[in-house]
């Protein structure tokens, strides 16, 4: 059995004891973390890479919404909160779910049963990387590339689309970053920040920016800022 790894981020303790009670009896959820503020709750994710999240929105300093503006890949997350009027906005961030507190075990469990569907589908459809010498097909409107993933250098998100640079064109495709990273091989293909991925081959200059950043210059004239949290882990990836 597929278990999903879950961690559960709210301020308040007895509101992660309750999820926590609340997932005892959906022995697929292994809950691997625990966090009380948005800080700490980033390192869990980023160390632990988890399935699925439990997130409180309102915590002192952060919000729930702001932890997930500051991750590079963003886990499928179910909210809850004791306020309802943010349910809009949740869904538009792509929630699987949206709680109110306190939690009721015949909500609770349409969530759990709607959860398990949708990630038991995603282990289903759960991408190979592609080779980086085959050739994709793209439509963008009236225009039609076949291209060889190698020759795209640059891809920058927006929203549920993700547009591809290469050569002297560009080109838009319905399929989110996260989506795009998972198909594309990591050795080549490397995520920058939330919202732009480069390919190493073009990399032409680095240089040191603020916060200990890094700013990457490619071959074909684009500057593009890396994270702190990426920064890092450019470093490390690619150092002896």
């Not at 980033?42 to 915590?59: A, N, R, S």
């Not at 929203?159 to 996260?178: C, P, Q, T, V």
Request: with cysteine; glycine share 2%; aromatic share 10%.
């Amino acid at each position: 059995m597929k278990r999903f790894k879950t961690i559960i981020i709210d301020d308040e303790r007895l509101a992660r004891e309750e999820v926590k009670r609340a997932l005892e009896k959906h022995t697929e959820f292994e809950i691997i973390g625990e966090a009380s503020h948005v800080d700490d709750a980033i390192t869990l994710i980023e160390d632990l890479q988890p399935d699925l999240l439990f997130l409180d929105i309102h915590m002192p300093g952060k919000s729930g919404f702001d932890l997930l503006e500051e991750l590079t890949n963003v886990p499928d997350v179910v909210f809850t909160t004791a306020y309802d009027q943010y349910a809009v906005k949740a869904f538009e961030m792509n929630a699987l779910d949206y709680l109110v507190k306190p939690l009721r075990d015949e909500r609770f469990s349409k969530t759990i049963e709607k959860v398990k569907e949708e990630l038991s589908n995603r282990v289903k459809l759960e991408p190979t990387t592609l080779p980086m010498h085959q050739k994709i097909f793209i439509k963008d409107g009236e225009n039609c590339h076949f291209i060889p993933l190698i020759d795209i250098y640059f891809i920058e998100s927006l929203e549920n689309y993700a547009r591809l640079y290469f050569g002297s064109d560009k080109a838009m495709i319905k399929r989110s970053l996260n989506l795009l990273a998972e198909k594309l091989d990591p050795k080549v293909f490397f995520r920058v920040n939330r919202s732009q991925m480069i390919n190493i081959h073009y990399i032409k200059k680095i240089h040191p920016y603020f916060n200990n950043k890094l700013q990457i210059i490619l071959t074909t004239g684009e500057k593009v800022e890396v994270s702190s949290r990426q920064s890092v882990k450019f470093k490390n990836w690619n150092s002896l």
